[in-house]
């Protein structure tokens, strides 16, 4: 028997009539929660419907969309250290324009309190699922960026009338009416499995300048994603709060859980413990697979007087979550005499059109992780306005008006060739570079070098450079000189030949293995005992991927400036003499490069992988009737990486051996890397800092560097209105080095040792242990203490003091 069907029929229409009154008994609302006091946006603030967990959170311009009942026209909104507000919704309102206004007072300190169970359970679920959530992980992307940057310098409004100088009112008018600076990029960015990175930009443009000179890849401005241990701020590394470790180094509190139709957003702020430096903010967790949906990360520096912040905002797409909007804002306060006054800068970029999948006919460049596409640095305004989510504001559009009038008029980009020219610490004038390395040297064998280099430069020839050198050693009283041809063969010169002759020194049996890993400087204050070499040379440099590879032939004469015999076997006199011929090919492979252009050269920007290095030298050397073949090769790896919870590692295996029928002299050997003067050194890794430059010598040895600098700081004494600060680190090192030598007895009248018990020496660094204030970046002291263990004929048990100089931002 069939049951009326009527009854079921009316209830579903009854029931469909209730949900359609009460869906047009709600409004949509878009609106922005701006500061009450500069009306900057306010990213990530909460906007709650009265009585109701129901809410939507701000993007990065502080914008929000909400579906408000119409019986409930009063929202709460709240924003870390500022008031909280009850805004009304009047009738009639299509936009929303919500102010509020900061703390007045000063903040409580935020601290761990219940729920601790809840907020550990969901941090936890959060860094258990980083990975699925790492754009770095997915096997490919693509997506399309636009970056803007401003640069601005902001004056006070409200100083004593002595300070209302004409100067000072005009220059606040000025930069009320346009920024500093300003930069746009439209790039695509794909990637793929497991590092391969590449960056089409399709526009750039610099605000003064016909071209940009500084284009580069977002994540080399500002972090990418918060998947990773670290973020990295202005160069510096923070650990990731949602990441192993983060009880042990920041408290955390649960602010508000906010319900975004089906989900659950959690909001956290976060703040360093005592004596930890790290950063302090917020980040939200949603319930959709524990992802990272915003992040607001600042890290403040009292003595610099700096602020520098981050902000992240996270979408999903096509099931996975992926960067959509992110921010970067620098904030320097600086003095001038009583004034007080900011240089403000703020990247910010767009992330849309994201597809995972990258087309078969794609082609990465790995030489250049950015790629220029043609045109980019002269696209039309009518291209930009169709690039460009949002249209230029009157600022910005005066910005790119007034300054590229501004530089025409004084022909500013005549001043770019200079500051080209000056990463090589070269000065153009006219057709000639002057090369101001060789203006002046210092070495305890010469004492002083003075001198000068001059080249040719693209002025008279793009594709060829001529130059040449000549100095003069005020303690040996000797002329040194030399001079070259150099031929490029494209854009960028990663394809180049180069022929020359020198008349220089050299200190003997020095390990060249690659400029990067030589401290060039370090064997220049050195060097003590010296060859002279005449040498004739040819050579071809190209890179290919990942890989540059260098040949080189050389013809060299050979003559030991100190007291030095060589007598192998069955020699009837000994020799002091020498001339050699060498062919050789260097080697350097360093997987997934990242590359970026700068001015007129791709410059690396780093890898986080080992990077390999080897040299083949295939040689004949001979003096008088005596003469023998040789063949040397060298293999170098060099590797550093900052682990979670361990800190920074680093390490640098380099081994070398010669083979050959009859001994070699002293100046084919190889000698131990001695970074020791007198009683003290100067501290760089990759060098023995209880050893004298040459005091070992080995036909094949093995060198080992080791290197380990934990993340947290003994103390920190920051004095904002001093120069100075501290804020010292630890760090442990250990050196080796092990070789061995054949027919020992054919080096005279020299006194040096083979390590064939092996050299150990360990060390602990205090750094940064002195900062002095630069203004934008520290100069700081380390100090430390390295222990020879082992005696020998030369060196006893020792230790050494080492002080190094380095650069903190």
Known sequence: MNLPR??????????????????????????????????????????????????????????????????????????????????????????????????????????????????????????????????????????????????DLILPDSIPAAQKTKSYQDTKDVMDDMHLLMTETYSIRSWKKPAQLQEDIIGSRLSGFKKNYFTNIITDVLPFHAANDYLQLNGKDYHNPVSKGYASRYEFNLDNEILSGTDTIWQFSFHPKKGVEE???????????????????????????????????????????????????????????????????????????????????????????????????????????????????KKEQNTYHNLDSLVASVHGEKVLPYLDKLIDLKVPVSIFDIDLKRIYTYN???????????????????????????????????????????????????????????????????????????????????????????????????????????????????????????????????????????????????????????????????TKYPVLYGRLVLGQIQSGDWNTSYTQAFAGISWQKHINLIGQERFLLIGGKSWSNQPLPLSKLFAGNGYLADKSSLYAFGGMMTMHPYDYYTDQFVNFYWAHNFDWKLYKLDMPDFAFSSAPSIGIAYNFLYGTMEHREAQQNISFAVPDNAYHETGILLNNLLRYNQKVYYLTLNVGYFYHWIGDQLNDKNGRFVFGLGIEF
């Open 279 to 393: 950063l302090e903010g917020q980040v939200y967790i949603s319930s959709d697979e524990y992802a990272i949906a915003y992040l607001i990360a600042t890290a403040y520096d009292k003595t610099l007087r700096r602020t520098v912040r981050v902000e992240q905002q996270y979408q999903k797409v096509r099931g996975r979550w992926f960067p959509h909007m992110l921010n970067y804002i620098i904030d320097w306060q600086q003095k001038k005499d009583s004034l007080t006054y900011d240089i403000y800068m703020k990247g910010t970029s767009g992330i849309d059109s994201v597809n995972y999948a990258i087309p078969e006919t794609f082609h990465f460049d790995k030489m250049h992780t950015v790629r220029l596409e043609k045109g980019a640095n002269e696209l039309h305004d009518t291209a930009w306005t169709q690039l460009r989510p949002v249209s230029l504001d």
């Open 6 to 151: 009527k009854p079921v029929f009316g209830f579903v229409v009854f029931a469909l009539i209730l949900f359609s009154q009460t869906l047009f008994a709600q409004s949509v609302y878009k609106g922005v929660v701006n500061d009450a006091n500069t009306h900057q946006p306010l990213p990530f603030a909460t906007v709650h419907i009265l009585h109701s967990a129901q809410g939507q959170i701000t993007d990065l311009n502080g914008s929000f969309k909400l579906i408000v009942p119409e019986n409930e026209q009063i929202l709460e909104v709240s924003y870390l250290g500022y008031e909280p507000l009850k805004y009304e919704i009047k009738r009639g309102d299509s936009f929303l324009r919500i102010e509020l206004k900061p703390a007045t007072g000063t903040l409580k300190e935020v601290v761990i309190k219940p729920p601790y169970d809840k907020i550990k359970r969901i941090l936890n679920l959060a860094i258990a699922n980083r990975d699925r959530h790492n754009p770095d992980k997915y096997d490919a992307y693509q997506c399309r960026i636009y970056y803007k940057m401003t640069a």
């Open 444 to 606: 305890p064998y010469e004492h002083s070098r003075w001198g000068l280099g001059l080249q040719t430069n693209e002025k008279l020839l793009k594709w060829m450079s001529v130059g040449g050198w000549a100095g003069y050693g005020v303690k040996d009283v000797h002329w040194k000189y030399g001079g070259f041809a150099e031929f490029y063969l494209d854009k960028y010169k990663e394809f180049s030949f180069k022929f020359g002759y020198n008349n220089d020194l050299r200190d003997p049996g020095r390990v060249q293995l690659n400029p990067e890993l030589d401290r060039n400087y370090l064997h220049s204050l050195l060097m003590s005992r010296v060859d002279q070499i005449n040498s004739y040379y040819g050579l071809v440099k190209k890179r290919f991927g990942y890989l540059t590879a260098e040949l080189i032939g050389r013809y060299e004469q050979i003559t030991p400036k100190y007291d030095y015999a060589f007598t192998p076997e069955n020699q009837p006199s000994p020799m002091n003499e020498f001339t050699s011929q060498e062919a050789i090919v260097n080697l350097r492979y360093a997987y997934a490069e990242h590359t970026s252009p700068f001015f007129s050269r791709y410059i690396s920007t780093g």
